[in-house]
């Protein structure tokens, strides 16, 4: 089978293969799509935690991007965790060079444990320069709740802090309810002309490692093929729960989904 479109991912390798740009990889590929890279920290983790990161250089990151597209021009971009304002400010200028508009942002800032793992400067520059060149948004509660400075309870302040992102100048916004302690979990939509709330059941299970990652991934790949993104969310999502549905059991901790439960990708294309 050739590859529908062909997707550049930039973000942080996790040693374990979960999250991060593996997750990411392997995402893409099941859905049938082309995967490229360019790699912005390397980590040493499994399933019960971190135990190192090392950032690599604005410069570095910003040869992969360019050098990389110069030759394969990507149909859509993934970004993943950005660490610093350095980064940040040095992809914003990469991308103005690249030229593609289907530019997904997963902003990661904090991890499972609820501590913070950017600092406010990066914050501040996310949410100053980097959010209105984005094309979809999807933070977690968690994050939505950094990004507007409110506290998020319910569907209803998940909507309100859709509509203060929107405002940032992002098309598109989809806030994620992994987070929540209800029986269910309820991604919030949101754009100019349309509001959604996906609701599935909550899947009792510890193994939720990389569902953030996972999901930005599935719901690139959709668009980048042509799917409306209201759908490539509702797609991304379904692929999500069924990879959680059939998670692997494996590690200790918080053990990774199966990327490689994909749903019938030829009937969703046809
Ligand atoms: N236990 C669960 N059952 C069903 N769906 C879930 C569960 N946990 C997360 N999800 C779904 O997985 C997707 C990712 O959401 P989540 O809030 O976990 O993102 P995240 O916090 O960014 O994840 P990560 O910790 O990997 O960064 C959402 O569609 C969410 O609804
Ligand atoms: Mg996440």
């Known amino acids: 089978m050739k590859p529908r479109s062909k997707i550049l ?23 049938g799509s082309y995967a490229m890279t360019a790699l912005t920290a390397i980590t040493a983790q499994n399933s019960t935690g971190v135990l190192s990161v090392v950032s690599i250089n604005p410069k570095e990151i910003e040869k992969q991007i360019l050098f990389t597209s110069k030759d394969m021009k990507p149909d859509a971009v993934k970004i993943g965790m950005l660490h610093s304002s350095k980064v940040i400010n040095s992809i914003i200028k990469t991308l103005k060079k690249i030229k593609v508009k289907k530019i997904i942002l997963d902003p990661v800032m904090v991890a499972k444990g609820g501590a913070k793992l950017i600092n406010n400067s990066a914050v ?33 302040d998940m909507k309100k802090a859709a509509n203060i992102l929107l405002k940032l100048g992002v098309k598109n916004v989809l806030i994620k309810g992994g987070h ?34 996972t999901l930005s991934s599935a719901i690139t ?7 409306p993104i209201k759908k490539s969310c509702e797609l991304g999502i379904k ?6 549905k059939n998670n692997l059991n494996y590690g200790k901790g918080h053990g990774p989904i199966n990327h490689l439960n994909t749903i019938k990708i030829d009937k969703i294309y046809i």
Do not use: W
């Open 239 to 244: 692929y999500v729960n069924q990879a959680i």
């Open 180 to 213: 929540s302690k209800s029986k269910y979990v309820e991604d919030v939509f949101l754009n100019k002309n349309d509001f959604v709330i996906f609701k599935n059941k909550k899947i009792k299970t510890k193994n939720t490692h990389g569902t953030g990652c």
């Open 9 to 31: 991912i930039i973000a942080g390798s996790d040693s374990s293969g979960g999250a991060g740009i593996q997750a990411d990889i392997k995402t893409v590929t099941s859905l």
């Open 221 to 227: 790949t959709f668009l980048s093929c042509g799917k």
């Open 124 to 156: 501040r520059v996310l949410k100053k320069n980097l959010i209105k060149k984005v094309f979809l948004i999807t933070p977690n509660i968690p994050e939505a709740e950094v990004l507007t400075d409110m506290s998020i309870k319910n569907t209803k």
